[in-house]
């Protein structure tokens, strides 16, 4: 058995402000262009497991989670990775709570010890639910402690967490590959890396980032950042790591999509919100994607990352469970 339908969905390409900026009148923030304007970054994996059931798996929960979710028509949530603390990556997970309702389940949390001992405090009322003075509905999560270079298997993917430093914050970056119990299918995105929020990878990293069919890395800006690659700086990553098919996330509004995305080198492409990439089979959906993403409309990308899905097969099957979770 093998699990199938490997897809990833760029649910948000911005820096932690997103794009546009609150009050800035730049070209980036007045573009008309969609793929301008990135929500706070997070992305989902789905696929179907061994026993072919769809499952669901967020990297990343950003403040901006509900719309992205809402934009999508996302109804389950089989797990969530953290790649580490900052609010930008964590500041949506009391919306999650729609999931356990949705699916009669708790959800996984998996984290290292910063980011854990982080959520706990910022979400006592999740995690130490028996001191709310009201029984509010609040979300069910199990906090999972993972570290880096330590594997383990989610539903027939194994995730490897990578160590990777954002200044001086060490943080997890994530390689997936079909568990060794699960092969991919041969056409695969898979094996896949998501490294955001990253300025260096230190040296016993860069054994999990060979082989890789898909890459995805932090490109801030053309400027220096200390916690964050540039451009530059994300291209010779890019280059070194070799992976078929690169797409740079986590943007600010220094970077106008257009003109930035058309001088990549071969096989590198900038990420923009609502992105789906899946087996080579089925490229046509990225394809569709960028095209249509290319019209000013700023209606067609939502388009795209919505309706485009079932028109092109493969729609995962969505939990519909009427029972509401506890509340
Ligand atoms: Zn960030
Ligand atoms: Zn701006
Ligand atoms: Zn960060």
Request: net charge negative; glycine share 6%; with cysteine.
């Amino acid at each position: 058995m093998s699990i199938s339908n490997v897809e990833l969905t760029l649910l948000g390409t911005g820096t932690s402000s997103g794009v546009p900026v609150i009050g800035c009148d730049c070209a980036v923030c007045r573009s008309d262009d969609p793929r301008d304007r990135r929500l706070r970054s997070g992305a989902l994996l789905r696929f179907n497991d061994a026993q072919g059931h769809a499952r669901a798996i967020l990297i990343d929960c950003s403040p901006d989670h509900r719309e992205q979710a809402l934009r999508i028509g996302l109804r389950r949530c089989d797990g969530i990775l953290f790649t580490h603390h900052h609010v930008d990556h964590t500041f949506g997970l009391d919306e999650v709570r729609r999931y356990n309702a949705l699916m009669s389940a708790a959800i996984d949390i998996y984290a290292d010890a910063r980011t854990l001992e982080h959520l706990e405090r910022v979400y006592r009322h999740i995690f130490r639910s028996s001191e709310n003075l009201n029984d509010s509905f609040v979300a069910t999560l199990v906090a999972r402690r993972i570290e880096a270079g330590r594997s383990f298997e989610l539903f027939g993917l194994r995730v490897s967490p990578i160590e990777l430093l954002h200044g001086r914050v060490p943080v997890l970056g994530f390689r997936f590959d079909a568990a060794p119990s699960a092969r991919a299918e041969a056409d695969s995105i898979l094996p896949l890396a998501y490294c955001t929020d990253v300025n260096a990878i230190p040296p016993a990293s860069w054994r999990e980032l060979t082989g890789l069919r898909t890459l995805v890395l932090d490109m801030l800006r053309y400027r220096a950042h200390p916690t964050h690659f540039t451009v530059d700086q994300a291209i010779a990553v890019a280059e070194q790591i070799g992976a078929d098919r690169t797409l740079f996330v986590h943007m600010t509004h220094d970077i106008r999509h257009a003109e930035l995305d058309a001088k990549l080198p071969p096989g590198m492409q900038l990420g923009f919100d609502g992105l789906r990439i899946r087996a080579a089979s089925s490229d046509a959906v990225t394809n569709a994607a960028a095209a249509e993403a290319t019209a000013t409309n700023a209606a067609t990308i939502d388009a795209s990352a919505t309706d485009a899905a079932p028109s092109h097969g493969a729609r995962l099957p969505l939990s519909s469970s009427p029972h509401p979770w506890p509340n």
